[in-house]
């Protein structure tokens, strides 16, 4: 069964810091690793969505690392912003492609001014 | 593109009610995914649906249904309401697959039972 963990559950910073968010999953037969953004009561967005293929992907301040092997995805921030506060998930499919998501906890960041 | 959209946005009931949650996906997406968030669980899967049909099922009580229409609407209903039932239902919408193509998020609707 896929269990995906976040570490840290929170996480607070000042402004212009770099910072990663770590996501783990046990089964490394993955497809694809999703990243996603959530504000206070609010619905997801996606961020990033990296294949298993790839071994890294990147938007604008966010680049996000793939190591299947291992089991592992970071997520780095550059030269955060109070903005960049939410909560942060990581979601893998639950076995092939044509499953649904499993969710981590979520990290959640607090950029301070 | 508009974006994904749940009706109503929040909702109070009393317990041994049910409910009807709405769910309008992007257009072009025939994949409605339905998820329950809350604070000790996290987000949890509760259904998918493709073509009207329902392709996959989480591990919820038979109290969770749902359907999809011929445009790709979904709806979600919950019959006999429990108090543990509060929380938000998240909808989300892809291309064909949830675990290949990217999920778009609707806002959510927020369920509090009393």
């Known amino acids: 069964k896929q269990e995906v963990t976040q570490i840290p559950a929170a996480l607070s910073v000042p402004e212009g810091e770099n910072l990663v968010l770590n996501c783990s999953f046990t089964?490394?037969?993955?497809?694809?690793l999703q990243w996603f953004r959530q504000d206070p009561g609010k619905g997801l967005t996606s961020l990033l969505l990296?294949?298993?293929?790839?071994r890294e992907q990147t938007s604008g301040r966010l680049n996000a690392s793939l190591d299947k092997s291992s089991g592992r995805s970071t997520l780095y921030i550059a030269a955060s912003q109070p903005g960049d506060s939410a909560t942060y998930l990581c979601?893998?499919?639950?076995?092939?492609?044509?499953?649904?998501?499993?969710f981590g906890k979520g990290t959640r960041l607090s950029v301070i001014a | 593109k508009a974006g994904v959209t749940q009706t109503p946005r929040y909702l109070i009931k009393t317990r041994g009610q049910q409910v009807t949650l709405s769910c309008s996906p992007i257009s072009g997406h025939r994949s409605v995914s339905w998820y329950q968030q809350t604070p000790g669980q996290g987000l949890q899967f509760l259904f998918e649906?493709?073509?009207?049909?329902?392709?996959n099922k989480g591990n919820f009580p038979g109290r969770f249904s749902g359907r999809q229409f011929s445009n790709s609407r979904s709806e979600m209903n919950v019959s006999t309401l429990e108090l543990g039932d509060s929380a938000l239902y998240l909808c989300?919408?892809?291309?064909?697959?949830?675990?290949?193509?990217?999920?778009?998020f609707g806002p959510g609707t927020r369920l509090t039972v009393l």
């Open positions: 089964d490394s037969a993955i497809y694809n």
């Open positions: 979601a893998v499919p639950q076995r092939s492609g044509n499953t649904p998501l499993v």
């Open positions: 989300a919408s892809s291309l064909e697959y949830p675990g290949v193509d990217t999920q778009y």
């Open positions: 990296i294949q298993s293929s790839q």
């Open positions: 649906y493709f073509s009207e049909t329902q392709r």
